[in-house]
């Protein structure tokens, strides 16, 4: 065969894979003119093995990648395939850059037999290995069942399009974007490929290549005045009402907040979001009771920011946890975590969640209070019905008398002036003024080193 017939055939078949939707989502990912490809002409049986794979860059960022391409065998796992995807992530953990796998495949073939069961576990081992030294999303844009589900569920991040199906179970049932959202599954949503695409890189360009690097700094827009939006705030807070929204919106980079799993664990909101151009992780809680679902969201989240050295900004206002496995699983990942992590107590810090997500228990570097702030080893509820209990004695109307003694513990008992006096925390300010505290804060804290005790892990409860 003549050069010139080979270099024919050469751009037929790089035609034939460029004209894949895989390819195609990948050429998306990355910049323009970024993508090699890796191993593109491997082959499993007659076709071109089921996966585009390679790397390129993500705002001038090293970025790996794989998409499975759903135009050969539709997508099915092979060991050609399973053989490309380890090398993406050999190559990542060679190079420290973060993974992106476009999911979309209708299983594994099934005349490859038990080879299916080595190649999902090797892949399963580098994910797993991988986890906490880079970071890994996760791209469901079709089908995504049995261990390859199990396989994306390991990422760090987990973005869903509304056609997709990302389930456990390999029956076809189930595993819609809104069973996937109420279960957890997904951190973000999003309409089509392209929008799901351009979320994966907005993600990889907030955080840093590897658990050694620092996040990218990101341009931003600063936010103006925020003096009456976090009056209106205090206002809510004061009056039992979630204004979690408000305050992170009144205090971040304008537009930066990226909010993760907000159907899911409802009583608090976590997320990604930029105070002056620098990375940090945002987790507020809503004046309520957390749940079990808010416990373990948050846990992970804490997780995953401590991995990568992402400064937590924890916003606090709650009645307490639901459960004690529930506040374990928050108190454990605060406590463990060596991050740089700042408290802003904004409404209610009682007992046990004080102790667990604003004090030392939960090795807070710093810890604020608004005026609005009530701190206390009881709640003032429980107090009361210990403490006053002659004063209730005789009472006509003893519901509202309770509730007058409540706000008058509050008042006097729980002042957050009184928690500073005591060292609990480590200033009082006006809520206008955290912006600009935590930028200073987050300054001096950029430089935090801890030394642990030597182990394995700590046991956190699951």
């Known amino acids: 065969m003549s050069i ?29 003119g970024s993508f090699v490809e890796i191993d593109a002409f491997a082959k499993s049986g007659k ?14 960022e090293p970025v790996y990648a794989f998409a499975q391409n759903s135009e050969f065998d ?15 992530y050999d190559l990542a953990a060679k190079t420290g850059a973060p993974v992106v796998a476009v999911y979309d495949s209708i299983g594994a073939k099934l005349n490859e037999g038990y080879d299916m069961l080595a190649a999902y576990g090797d892949i399963l081992r580098n994910t797993n290995n991988l ?27 987990v973005i869903m399009s509304e056609k997709s199906q990302f389930a456990l179970e390999t029956n076809g049932n189930g595993g819609d974007l809104k069973s996937a959202v109420e279960e957890g599954l997904c951190h973000l949503t999003a309409k089509d490929d392209d929008e799901a695409i351009k979320k994966a890189r907005h993600i990889i360009g907030m955080l840093p290549s590897n658990n050694l690097a620092l996040a990218p700094f990101v341009e931003y827009d600063a936010v103006g005045s925020a003096d009456a939006e976090l009056q209106t705030a205090i206002s809510s807070i004061t009056n039992g009402k979630d204004a979690s929204k408000e305050v992170i919106k009144s205090i971040v980079d304008v537009d930066s907040f990226v909010e993760f799993q907000p159907d899911f664990g409802k009583e608090f909101t976590v997320g990604l979001a930029t105070i002056g151009g620098n990375t940090v992780g945002i987790v507020a809680s809503k004046g309520t009771v957390a749940d079990a679902n808010s416990c373990s969201k948050t846990a992970r989240f804490i997780r995953f920011c401590d991995a990568f050295a992402i400064p937590v900004v924890n916003f606090v206002d709650s009645q307490g946890f639901e459960s004690l496995i529930s506040a374990t699983k928050v108190a454990t990942a605060y406590a463990e975590a060596t991050t740089a992590k700042i408290t802003i107590i904004t409404g209610s810090a009682y007992g046990a969640f004080y102790v667990a997500m604003a004090g030392t228990g939960a090795s807070a570097d710093i810890t604020l209070a608004w005026p609005s702030a009530a701190i206390s080893a009881l709640n003032p509820t429980t107090a009361v019905a210990f403490m006053y209990t002659d004063k209730l004695k005789g009472s006509k109307n003893p519901i509202e008398d309770r509730k007058k003694l409540v706000a008058e513990y509050k008042d006097k008992e729980c002042c957050p002036f009184i928690a500073a006096a005591n060292g609990y925390v480590e200033d009082v300010i006006n809520p206008s003024e955290t912006r600009d505290k935590l930028f200073s804060i987050l300054d001096m804290l950029s430089g935090k080193r801890v030394s642990k005790l030597p182990k394995k892990h700590g046991n956190i409860n699951i």
Not at 5 to 22: H, N, V, Y
């Open 4 to 32: 010139e017939s080979k270099i024919e055939m050469l751009e037929q078949s790089r035609a034939s894979i460029a004209s894949t939707k895989g390819y195609a989502r990948l050429q998306k990912l990355f910049d323009d």
């Open 47 to 60: 076709v071109y093995a089921e996966a585009v794979a390679g790397c390129g860059t993500i705002d001038g």
């Open 74 to 88: 539709g997508g099915a796992m092979s060991k050609a395939q399973a053989a490309k995807i380890k090398k993406v």
């Open 131 to 157: 986890s906490g030294v880079v970071p890994q999303v996760s791209v469901i844009l079709g089908t995504c069942l049995g261990t390859m589900a199990l396989i994306a569920s390991t990422a760090d991040i």
